[in-house]
Nanobody
């Protein structure tokens, strides 16, 4: 079992930045692939970015060049640095852990945090 807790969300103006954190506890954090997802009102859960145990990264096209995913295995933390934020980035952001065959598929992850709200005003 892995417990995940996100933090760092908030309200920011378009063009601003936020850094989301995902604190993990429980089983060995380093075993897991970490994914970040988001869910806007009335929409499904969307893959944003992911980072493997060896720190290989993956991004959805809409955030490439603006978001950076990272992890600190010693601190059992994962991060999502978000810059040049846009109103369409508004959503609840979740971190997830697992051994996904398909990193972009929410159903392939075993553990989820409770989410943190990010609101970008225009």
């Amino acid at each position: 079992q892995v417990q995940l807790v996100e933090s760092g969300g908030g309200l920011v103006q378009a063009g601003g930045s936020l850094r989301l954190s995902c604190a993990a506890s429980g089983e060995t954090f380093t075993r897991y692939y970490i994914g970040w997802f988001r869910q806007a009102p009335g929409k499904g859960r969307e893959f944003v970015a992911g980072v493997s145990r060896s720190e290989n990264t993956l991004y959805t096209d809409s955030v490439k060049g603006r978001f950076t995913v990272s992890r600190d295995n010693a601190k059992t933390m994962a991060y999502l640095q978000m810059t040049i934020l846009k109103p369409e980035d508004t959503a609840v952001y979740y971190c997830a852990a697992g051994f996904p065959l398909r990193a972009t598929m929410a159903s392939d992850y075993n553990y989820w945090g409770q989410g943190t709200q990010v609101t970008v005003s225009s």
